[in-house]
């Protein structure tokens, strides 16, 4: 039997906070005591539980080498625990002091082109530097020395951001590293050679100590050697974080521990970091003035849930109003926070924090939007919100426990990822996000909830795998698509998939070799556009749509043609396949069609696969289940500009409101409902 209590537990963030987490990054460091007690107080009033402390301290905690000052830091610990406020403690690495780098001007930064950067921003480090890992592995010892058992500490918060503006280092310390990963590797400099196909434009060669990281060079320099580049510039930073980290299960063993991520970061391989991760936290910036922001930051949230295998995870920030990066910041408009903070919260979040808890009066960010914004609280639009936020979120805890389900998984291989994006390819315009998102927005609108899965995963339970531009095929991903397609199940793909192993070295035998038996096809040539072409495609019913980007030509090798071409020499050929294989369905796109026609091909794919909408709703309106053993919990989020009306087909509570609903729920602008009924 299920001990649904132990269960419920393990969906906690922590046990010590059984509730939605809310706050946001403080930095109190940047403000006179005196403002410390009105802060409080106001993070009180504002249902404040929890607060992101001391990321960018460590000049204030270690002002000159080996010299800590923690009065500071347990004063203002002292005090939120007794204002019942929780401590997710950054270990405040992430961006080191200015001695660090006259002590050791070895420890900046190096771009490809061998500018050394200098400090008085931030993130200003190498990561491979000694001097700066042994630094910091000193402060977090210190750190998680003296915090271990203080009461307050409810989660770490190791760096942060990793790799936001330095994902790597091209100095001659990250060369050293390189070259031992590198060995690590491959053994042998035979097997590099091998690997690297050095035979190409005399690259052979001789010994380790010839090998260099991707610096700036006359022309293409070799793909492997850039593909390697990235997998160690994400392990080097993940080394970081690992070292970090292990101090602190050593000595707190029972305390979580996170890093923020930042939705589909490309240079980090998030399947492995999470892995490494108690809790997976994400920071979210969507562009208010971006109509269709909020889609692309639902496929964020959907990754940071799969991520976690499905786990609850912390939205570590967003803004209250407005950010002060972009090259024009408008304001979330009333409502918009509320809104997409219940985004999250849909899609698996079981907290909601912002940067920052007061915005700054001086600084880069003095433009960035707070909780506490410039104006103070009297009277404050932002500050309402922020309150009212605060008051409701309470109402939702029967739902910490309740997961999202999911019938349709897309496959990302940050590898191939980073792969297809390589310079030397037949089309610069092939960009792995954007093919995503080509797939996701369709299912988005119908309200259709899509998992992430990597390479290696366990396809089980799933109706449908899409698989868009899996152009490295590693990881048995061939025979485990073949499988799960013999098995029932229905897989997506599109052109240029399957084209590369994991040394980027083209699979022979025409495309795509390893995916050919269970799509039943081969492809011949492919053919990428110019910016502005296109073609056309004719669906069996005789409707024609407009294709950009690429044309695969396609020869059948048991598949049946659901489009044709119209247009070119390939006219007539098969543009979209079906293939009937064991008992399952494969589906190849040998192009990018408009979006009408991918959400008729999707349609049907869901159709044929039994995998139905969450819910019917008038466009623009989102809707997410969450449930637990025995609850369902319908999150309906109206992203449009006027009132809906939504149709239920049962009874249900509204969480936020109280009020329970039989037919209809009818929902303002930007308004939320979150209604439970039995399963
Ligand atoms: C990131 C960082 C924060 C802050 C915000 C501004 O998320 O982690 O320190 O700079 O961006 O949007």
Known sequence: MIDTRTTEMQELISPKLPHIFYGGDYNPEQWPKATWQEDVRLMQEAGVNVVSLGIFAWAWLEPRPGEYHFEWLDEIMDLLHAHGIMVDLATATASPPPWLAKLHPESLPVTADGVRLSPGSRQQYCPSNHAYREAAQALVKQLAERYRDHPALILWHIGNEYGCHIPD?????????????????????????????????????????????????????????????????????????????????????????????????????????????????????????????????????????????????????????????????????????????????????????????????????????????????????????????????????????ARVPADIAILLDWESWWAVEQDAKPSQDVRVLSQILSYYAPLFMRNITVDFVPPNADLHGYKVVLAPNLYMVRDDIAQTLEQFVSNGGTLVMSFFSGIVDERDHILLGGYPAPFRRVLGLRVEEFDPYVPGQTNHIRMSDGSTYTCDLWSDVIDLEGAEALAYWTDDFYAGRPAITRHAFGQGISYYLGTRPEQVCMEQILEQVCNEADVRPVLAVPPGVEVVRRENADRSFLFVLNHTTSAVEIGLNQTAHNLLTGEEHSERVTLQSRAVAVLESGR
Request: proline share 7%; hydrophobic share 35%.
């Open 169 to 401: 280092c091209y100095c001659d310390q990250s060369a050293a590293a390189f070259r031992e990963w590198l060995q690590q590797r491959y053994g042998t400099i035979e097997a590099l050679n091998d690997a690297w196909g050095t035979a190409f434009w005399s690259q052979r060669y001789g010994t380790w100590d010839e090998i260099n990281p991707p610096r700036a060079a006359p022309t293409f320099i070799n793909p492997t050697q850039q593909l390697d580049w990235r997998r160690f510039s994400s392990d080097a930073l993940l080394e970081c974080y690992e070292q970090e980290r292990s101090i602190l299960k050593e000595i707190t063993p029972d305390v979580p521990v996170t890093t923020n991520f930042m939705g589909f970061f490309k240079p980090l391989d998030y399947w492995k970091w999470a892995r490494r991760e108690d809790v997976v936290s994400n920071d979210s910036y969507p562009d208010p003035s971006d109509p269709h922001s909020h889609v692309a930051q639902a496929m964020s949230y959907d990754l940071m849930r799969s991520l976690g295998g499905g786990k609850p995870w912390l939205l570590m920030e967003q803004v209250t109003s407005q950010v002060q990066w972009r090259p024009h910041n408008p304001l979330k408009r009333p409502g918009q926070m509320r809104l997409l903070s219940y985004q999250a919260l849909a899609r698996g979040a079981n907290g909601i924090m912002f940067f920052q808890w007061r915005a700054s009066q001086a600084g880069a960010e003095k433009f960035h939007g707070g909780m506490v914004p410039h104006v103070g609280t009297a009277n404050s639009r932002v500050w309402d919100e922020v309150r009212k936020l605060g008051a409701e979120l309470p109402r939702l805890d029967p739902l910490l426990a």
